[in-house]
């Protein structure tokens, strides 16, 4: 693997010597990444609102920063409200994004001066007008996209465009304002198009709704999907920038909608490295050709998205090697005694043939969706510790 194509050599210099002495496994987290991803997310989209979705990386000091940089918050329960809050984010700036909550929930968040949710269905708009009268709502429409991304968001969330229709009939009667529609194309979407799919599909609700409703819906809420840097690569974020605000223009014309954009993983997944060790090296027998080599992270500590090895992070061995014939293909699993905790076995990483137990095995791009999945105590391990530095 080649390092400099995954990270920042100052960056890599910064966690590596932060790391030395420390037990692990740890995830780092490099805050000036996220602060560069954020100023570069903010150079391509101007005019979009940011409301980041917290549940990407959770952790407080990162919150923080987003908070300092003027970032809003994209929110998926109340713990998460809660948090923010604590941190001195105002209501104002945070949106209630689930569209599966509870009537307490709704509640809540409206007690605590939330005026922005997402809906996909007519149940739970009735739930928003009545316990957060005057609210402003999103509706999710569900889209294709969400099917081909590295790690979809299918199925389970948004509605079909009939649905759309149903809710802002229904919205009529009821006190609430129909604000702007929402979707997700998948979280690690690399397939810009997809973007310029659901615009259409926007587009053609948004005339419907001014044609025979006479409403003039205001905004879009594109969800998240930008991806971040695996081994599957995808382009660089101006390419995608441009090529969704050119779909924006092309569909929208002189009468272009607001923008709201809930990045998670494009803002913070490259900032992250997890430092592990290697556990044990071993083969199941003397024929087996290949060896299984056992870390201490695992799909329960941080690594759940390995999950049907969706998501291939770039690894990186101290000891490595550069010369390909140093190394062998393996079988890379986690320390856990639950045999879904192997990470890959399909796809092969070529490690080191050198390596051995106490050897450390470095994660990239591991700073979303990682520690906050981490099990509390499944087999007594205690959840993965993360530092930002
Ligand atoms: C998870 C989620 C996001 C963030 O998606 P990424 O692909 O990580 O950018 C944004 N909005 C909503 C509603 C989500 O559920």
């Known amino acids: 693997m080649i390092l400099e194509e995954y990270i920042d050599k100052a960056v890599w210099e910064r966690i590596e010597s932060f790391s030395q002495e420390k037990e692990t496994p740890f995830l780092v987290i490099d805050l000036d990444t996220i602060r560069k991803n954020y100023v570069e997310l903010k150079q391509g989209f101007s005019n979009a609102d940011i409301y980041y979705a917290v549940k990407a990386n959770p952790n407080e000091e990162v919150l923080k920063l987003l908070n300092d940089l003027g970032s809003s918050f994209d929110a998926a329960s109340i713990y998460e409200i809660d948090k923010l809050l604590k941190i001195g984010v105002s209501p104002d700036r945070i949106?209630?994004?689930n569209t599966i909550k509870k009537i307490s929930s709704i509640k809540y968040a409206y007690e605590k001066?939330?005026?922005?949710?997402?809906t996909d269905s007519r149940s739970d708009l009735i739930n928003i007008s009545r316990y957060a009268p005057n609210s402003k709502v999103f509706i999710r429409l569900i889209v294709e996209g969400a099917l081909t991304a590295d790690w979809p968001l299918a199925r389970k969330f948004g509605c079909s465009i009939e649905e759309v229709k149903n809710i802002i009939d229904l919205s009529e009667?009821?006190?609430?304002?129909?604000?702007g529609l929402s979707f997700h194309v998948g979280s690690q979407q690399r397939n810009v198009f997809m973007w310029d799919y659901a615009l259409?599909?926007?587009?053609?609700?948004?005339?419907?709704?001014?044609?025979?409703?006479?409403?003039?819906?205001?905004?879009?809420?594109?969800?998240?999907?930008?991806?971040s840097k695996y081994l599957n690569k995808a382009d660089e974020l101006d390419i995608y920038s441009?090529?969704?605000k050119e779909s924006i223009a092309n569909h929208f014309k002189d009468n272009e909608p607001r923008i709201i954009l809930e990045p998670g993983r494009s803002l913070v997944g490259n900032s992250g490295v997890i430092v592990?060790?290697?556990?044990?090296?071993?083969?199941?027998?003397?024929?087996?050709?290949y060896r299984w080599v056992y870390v201490d992270v695992g799909k329960f500590n941080g690594l759940i998205e390995t999950m049907d090895e969706c998501i291939k992070y770039p690894i990186y061995c101290s000891s490595t090697g550069s010369h390909e014939e140093d190394t062998e293909e393996v079988i890379l699993a986690g320390p856990t005694c639950d045999s879904v905790d192997i990470m890959y076995e399909k796809y092969m990483y070529s490690l080191p043939l050198s390596l051995k137990e106490g050897d450390r095995i470095y994660w990239l791009s591991t700073g979303?969706?990682?520690?906050?999945?981490?099990?509390?105590e499944f087999n007594g391990f205690p959840p993965m510790k993360a530092y930002c530095i």
């Open 276 to 289: 592990s060790e290697v556990v044990l090296v071993s083969k199941k027998s003397e024929l087996e050709h």
């Open 95 to 97: 949106s209630f994004g």
């Open 200 to 227: 259409l599909k926007v587009k053609d609700i948004f005339e419907w709704a001014f044609n025979e409703k006479g409403i003039t819906i205001k905004s879009i809420n594109m969800g998240g999907g930008l991806p």
């Open 113 to 118: 001066g939330i005026r922005l949710f997402t």
């Open 242 to 244: 441009e090529k969704i």
């Open 173 to 179: 009667t009821l006190d609430v304002e129909v604000y």
């Open 368 to 376: 979303a969706y990682t520690s906050s999945y981490c099990s509390v």
